[in-house]
């Protein structure tokens, strides 16, 4: 069997991954940023 389909397999979990990590990590940040801002709001 061809090895390269593996590769791509790969590639292709990791990419799929890492996009889903930043979109986690995105919206975890924009969560973040409005409990501070409700904090600030609050003095």
């Known amino acids: 069997m061809n090895q390269w ?3 791509i397999a790969a590639y292709a979990v990791t990419a799929g991954a890492t996009i889903v990590m ?3 990590s995105w919206r975890a940040m924009a969560s973040a940023e409005r409990a501070a801002d409700r904090l ?3 003095a």
Do not use: L, P
């Open 40 to 42: 600030s709001d609050r």
């Open 5 to 7: 389909a593996f590769v």
């Open 22 to 24: 930043s979109i986690m």
